[in-house]
């Protein structure tokens, strides 16, 4: 599976949107996008996945740009709870374990 | 509906022992995977169980870790004689067995402490 990058950490403001990049240069045609994210002490939890076009759910949108190279998850509006580590994991939609990376920890601040 | 269980959710034990470490995962699921994540660390792979298929237990650190699934069911970790560096966080995480798709959701997790 497809190495992801992201950064460490990033801070957001209550109320805002986050914007969490991802880095995957190396993806596969038949690999997918996953974003999950653990809050602490708390199991990984689903947030989206996408192969080309963007999604969007109840949580989140997940864009993903033409290329397939990078991605951004979108939290529109950022709220306290959202204050977890994220996890940007490409994989072949095979049965299979995830390969989860450090991720970014958000922190979303009053 | 029910998620995905662990039992215990804190397990203490003396360098040496065994534990046994339980999974219940969503009704329905047929595929169930066992992660660890060591402190300040990301989460590991250990083994995974798909139906009826033999498991792949690629990611198993050591022949001191085993795991056993009843049907589609129930799934427990053994780890046996512990050492101080198998304490962790133990997750379990199940999926359904569709195509196109196959979405991990995980439980709580056991947080196993080895003195």
């Known amino acids: 599976d497809a190495k992801t990058t992201q950064p460490p950490s990033m801070d957001c403001a209550e109320g805002r949107a986050a914007n969490l990049p991802c880095n995957h240069s190396t993806i596969s045609g038949n690999e997918y996008v996953y974003w999950y994210r653990q809050i602490h002490s708390q199991g990984p939890q689903y947030i989206i996945h996408g192969l080309k076009n963007n999604e969007t759910n109840e949580m989140a949108s997940l864009i993903i740009t033409e290329d397939r190279k990078s991605s951004t998850l979108i939290l529109p509006h950022a709220t306290l709870r959202d204050t977890a580590v994220y996890y940007c994991?490409?994989?072949?939609?095979?049965?299979?374990?995830?390969?989860f990376g450090a991720g970014t920890q958000v922190v979303v601040t009053p | 509906g029910a998620g995905v269980s662990q039992s215990p959710s804190n397990k203490v034990t003396e360098k040496g022992k065994d534990v046994e470490l339980r999974c219940d995962p969503i009704?329905?699921?047929?595929?169930l995977y066992w992660y660890r994540q060591r402190l300040g660390q990301g989460l590991e792979f250990l083994i995974y169980f798909q139906g009826n298929s033999a498991p792949d237990k690629s990611g198993l650190p050591s022949d001191r870790f085993s795991a056993e699934r009843t049907g589609e069911s129930v799934s427990t970790l053994t780890i046996q004689r512990t050492q101080q560096e198998d304490s962790a966080v133990y997750l379990c995480?199940?999926?359904?067995?569709?195509?196109?798709?196959?979405?991990?959701?995980f439980g709580p997790g056991t947080r196993l402490t080895v003195l």
């Open positions: 994991i490409v994989r072949t939609d095979s049965w299979g374990k995830f390969q």
């Open positions: 009704s329905g699921h047929t595929a």
């Open positions: 995480a199940s999926s359904k067995d569709l195509p196109g798709t196959d979405t991990q959701y």
